[in-house]
Structures are given as structure tokens and as C-alpha cells.
């Protein structure tokens, strides 16, 4: 795990993803329990955001050229 660009697509980017997935998951079945609209509403604006970040994170951006981001 020295290489950074073996390192973020071998571990740091599938975990990444898999961790927003569960987390968005939580987050709806959290929503779904609760019973007033307005904090169903809430629950899922924070743990979508959460997830949000979490994705916007693992993307190989281009100007994260160490880890190989480049898109063309």
C-alpha cells in the first residue's frame, strides 16, 4: 500500500463507496421509522449529505493526479 494509485483504487475507493452506500441506507430506514414528515425529512438531508461527502471524496478527481485521476 506504499503506491498511492494502487492503494486508492484497490482500497480507498471501493471502501468509499461501499461506506456511502450503508450510509444512505441507515439513513432511510431511519426516516422511514419516524412518524412527523418534518423529521423524516431532516433524517434524510443529513444522512444523504453524509453519503454525499463520503462519494464526492472517493471520486478520482483530475486534479488528484497522484492517485491516477486523470480523465483523458
Known amino acids: 500500500m506504499k503506491i498511492d494509485f494502487f492503494r486508492f483504487y484497490g ?6 463507496m461501499l461506506i456511502a452506500i450503508i450510509i444512505v441506507t441507515i439513513g432511510r430506514k431511519k426516516a422511514e421509522k419516524a412518524s412527523v414528515p418534518a423529521m423524516q ?3 434524510i438531508i443529513t444522512w444523504y449529505t453524509i453519503g454525499l461527502i463520503i462519494i464526492i471524496a472517493s471520486i478520482p478527481w483530475p486534479f488528484r493526479e497522484a492517485l491516477g485521476g486523470k480523465w483523458f
Open 41 to 43: 425529512h431532516s433524517k
Open 11 to 16: 482500497m480507498e475507493h471501493g471502501l468509499g
